[in-house]
């Protein structure tokens, strides 16, 4: 059978590539600097006969691989790591500090797993790359940068990915996370939340803080807008609905007798239907110009959406299909059903852009017996997870099962060459 032949090179690709996975791991650079992991990644993708470009949307790369007529199947890694101060104690942990968005020096680890992705992805390329004969179409592996900041795919299509390139018709992606390393996580429909961000300045009028009557203090006026926030996910979302509202920033004032002029608040929400994520939005929007009014707010305040990610929107026909091969391939056992996943991705934007279906799934990086123990124990929280210090993928058998799964899902949507006798 064609797929097996070309996964059959899978271990040999995937011990290959440890080494250029802990090269990644130990020099992870901020969103939208991945200058060097670019650089890396086409690098690997070149000799592979891709043609690359790299600078897509900032430091994106894409490589494109077409053996004749058929499908174009486009597969995903993002490559940004995060300001966290590494504390794997690992051998290639990453001691990188780097100027964070306000230009203060922060350290830099790959605590999401990107550097996993990219190293799979490149490694699927490798695999289809080798496999002459076995499929038909057009292999698109999108390397995306800022995945972190939820705007490295938007800055990609803007930046012409969907004309410049082939134009896929399916998008295939997947996320490292806290399961035990060798098993696929899958869900169908909505499988990561929406996000999105505001930041707030509420104005008052500062003054001493003997005198508040000659104030309007915007510190009660921070403290009613927060507080009023969580009537939002309580009295206003449906209750068969979910969401989250979380104030994660509050800043104001200098010293205790002074009433300060402004207060910020840095708030970040999620949803699962647009329907909710528009009801949460406009009540975000209502809560805070009303609370300043009723304060007596000198001027309006000032709400700022920062970022969004889309709800991510697993296909469900196309990850019935994509799962099916799957379990082909891995076996039922390796195979996870997953509730939605409360973080968010903005993978999605591909997929809408184009018009196109995503399949998104997840698979563990956890050493396997330690994460069994902790599932049989009820403890899987316990145990270090995305974006924490001590979140470290063992390299096997995650590589290799990444690669497979990428390479597994590519060959369930590219064509098969007419047969010859
Ligand atoms: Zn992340
Ligand atoms: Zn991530």
Redesign the pocket.
């Known amino acids: 059978m064609a797929d097996a032949t070309v996964l059959a090179g899978a271990a040999e690709v995937s011990a290959q590539l440890a080494d250029f996975y802990q090269d990644l791991h130990r020099h992870p650079e901020l969103s939208l600097h991945e200058h060097r992991t670019g650089q890396r990644v086409a690098q690997a993708l070149r000799p592979l006969g891709f043609d690359v470009t790299e600078k897509v949307g900032g430091t994106g790369v894409v490589g494109v691989l077409t053996r004749g007529a058929g499908p174009v199947v486009m597969l995903r890694a993002d490559f940004d790591a ?1 300001p966290v101060q590494e504390q794997t104690g690992l051998s290639y942990a990453s001691t990188v500090r780097a100027a964070g968005e306000d230009g203060v020096e922060v350290p830099v680890m790959h605590a ?1 797993g ?1 550097d996993m992705h990219a190293a799979c992805l490149v490694g699927a390329a490798t695999l289809l790359a080798r496999a002459d004969g076995a499929w038909s179409g057009t292999v698109l592996v999108v390397f995306q940068p800022a ?2 900041l939820a705007r490295g795919a938007r800055d990609m299509v803007a930046d012409g990915l969907l004309q410049r390139f082939p134009k896929p018709g399916i998008v295939l992606g997947q996320h490292v996370g806290p399961l035990p390393a060798g098993l696929i996580g899958h869900a169908s429909g909505p499988v990561m939340a929406a996000a999105d961000s505001a930041e707030i300045v509420l104005h008052g009028r500062g003054g001493h803080g003997s005198r508040p009557e000659a104030t309007v203090d915007p510190v009660l006026m921070a403290a009613h807008v927060i507080t009023r926030l969580q009537g939002i996910v309580a009295r206003e979302v449906p209750p068969a609905e979910a969401a989250v509202v979380t104030v994660g920033r509050v800043q104001a004032g200098t010293k205790d007798n002074i009433i300060p002029s402004a207060a910020e608040l840095g708030i970040n929400i999620r949803t699962y239907s647009p329907q909710t994520r528009e009801l949460v939005r406009a009540a975000i929007e209502r809560i805070v110009s009303s609370e300043a009014a009723s304060s007596g707010a000198p001027r309006p305040p000032e709400l700022t959406w920062t970022l969004s990610a889309p709800l991510l929107v697993s296909d469900p026909s196309a990850t019935q299909a994509t799962v099916a091969a799957f379990t082909g391939y891995f076996g039922a056992d390796r195979l996870l059903p997953m509730p939605v996943v409360n ?1 968010s991705e903005d993978v999605g934007v591909f997929g809408e852009a184009a018009g196109v279906p995503t399949v998104f799934w997840f698979w563990g990086g956890l050493e396997y017996e330690t994460a069994l123990a902790a599932v049989r124990d009820g403890r899987i929280d316990s145990l270090p997870g ?2 924490s210090p001590h979140f470290a993928p063992v390299i096997e058998p995650t590589l290799s099962t990444g690669i497979e799964a990428l390479t597994v899902a590519a060959l369930t949507w590219l064509g098969r060459p007419p047969a010859t006798s």
Do not use: G, I, S, T
Request: overall charge negative.
């Open positions: 995060l999401c990107h995945e972190e973080a995305n974006h």
